[in-house]
């Protein structure tokens, strides 16, 4: 007897909803209590005979994307809107991806290449240039792509850097995250992107990866911003540094001017509007941007570092402000700047001119 696998595919789709088409925009409910327009990309029967369907959010993370019942779809309010991650775009876009991936496979011999030319680099570095590992960041930022949204694939690896952070223990090196930056930006961009894998999420690793992408900016002497846009997880992990970088600087220097701050901190001027803008301490726009530096904001801020910590008052000797910048810290990686050794990527201008000497 021969099994006809399209008999499946047509009773499956024949006990779906007809009402409930796949690849089109409904309103959904979501657990929230509040309907949402979300497209449909496929169709299923669980195990108790139950139909669901896969929802994707429009102009949402693709983290939201669910499994819902039939009865949380409303089938009488069928969409015309544009939804980003509709069907056709999401076959689209999967098959450049199956494409590419086909033509860039290697043996195991030339990917396993990767771990044994690592060792000869230098360990202080870990840099993977184009030359030495094409098709290892090739596969990062194909992996960062599963989790970020708004990733854009770039096949050309070869105009960016990518640094990449790894756990040690007896069983070998594991990669928990990376960021890659440009060689030359012309924008000023001091990371391009950054992922920290799921697994190692709120163990401080973006925050230690935003601090690094800082430190080189400091060496380049470049006041820099991080490509936009931003994930979701990706603004809550720069507010959160550059909140308590601005913070601390601020209480070593309360009379600073804004250039000063930005100069010193390599923190744009305008992210750093941004983020005192969420926290009530700009008060006076008429003489230009000015600070005021509120004790209950800072004390808000603090107690929300640590909830069992509570201070009376703001401190104002320099033993009190190292224990602040002290609670800063905490449950985070600092980064020792004194076993940083990088030098920045010759520049165009600067490799004519010394060519020419």
Not at 33 to 58: F, L, M, S, T
Not at 153 to 165: A, D, G, H, R, T
Request: hydrophobic residues 30%; glycine residues 4%; proline residues 4%.
């Amino acid at each position: 007897m021969v099994h006809n696998l399209t008999d499946d595919i047509d009773l499956k789709v024949s006990t779906l909803d007809p009402d409930i088409q796949i690849g089109e925009v409904y309103k959904v409910l979501r657990s929230t209590g509040q309907y949402y327009p979300a497209a449909v990309i496929e169709g299923r029967i669980d195990g108790n005979g139950n139909k669901e369907y896969y929802v994707h959010y429009c102009n949402h993370d693709r983290r939201l994307d669910e499994w819902v019942t039939s009865e949380r779809i409303d089938r009488s309010a069928k969409l015309k809107i544009p939804c980003e991650s509709s069907l056709n775009q999401l076959t689209d876009s999967a098959g450049c991806d199956v494409r590419f991936t086909r033509n860039q496979k290697r043996k195991l011999e030339e990917t396993s290449k990767v771990l044994q030319e690592s060792d000869s680099l230098d360990s202080t570095t870990q840099k993977l240039e184009l030359e030495y590992q094409e098709l290892y960041c090739q596969n990062l930022c194909l992996l960062a792509k599963l989790f970020l949204d708004h990733k854009t694939l770039y096949y050309n690896v070869s105009p960016f850097i990518f640094y990449v952070l790894c756990e040690i223990d007896n069983n070998g090196v594991h990669i928990v995250g990376y960021f890659s930056k440009e060689k030359v930006s012309a924008d000023n961009y001091n990371l391009a992107c950054i992922l920290t894998l799921p697994p190692f999420q709120r163990r401080g690793y973006g925050h230690f990866l935003i601090s690094l992408s800082y430190e080189l900016a400091k060496i380049e002497q470049i006041v820099g911003t991080p490509e936009k846009p931003l994930s979701d997880l990706g603004r809550l992990s720069y507010r959160s540094y550059w909140e308590k970088v601005i913070l601390n600087f601020l209480l070593e220097n309360p009379n600073c001017t804004m250039n000063e701050l930005s100069k010193t901190t390599c923190i744009a001027i305008d992210d750093i509007i941004w983020t005192l803008q969420y926290h009530p301490i700009i008060n006076n726009w008429q003489h230009g941007h000015q600070i005021c530096l509120h004790r209950d904001t800072i004390q808000q801020y603090l107690n929300q570092l640590n909830d069992e910590h509570s201070m009376k008052a703001f401190p104002t000797d320099g033993k009190e402000q190292r224990k602040i910048r002290k609670l800063m810290h905490k449950n985070s990686f600092v980064l020792d700047i004194n076993r940083l050794k990088w030098d920045p990527p010759i520049k165009p201008s600067q490799n004519n001119k010394e060519s020419q000497m």
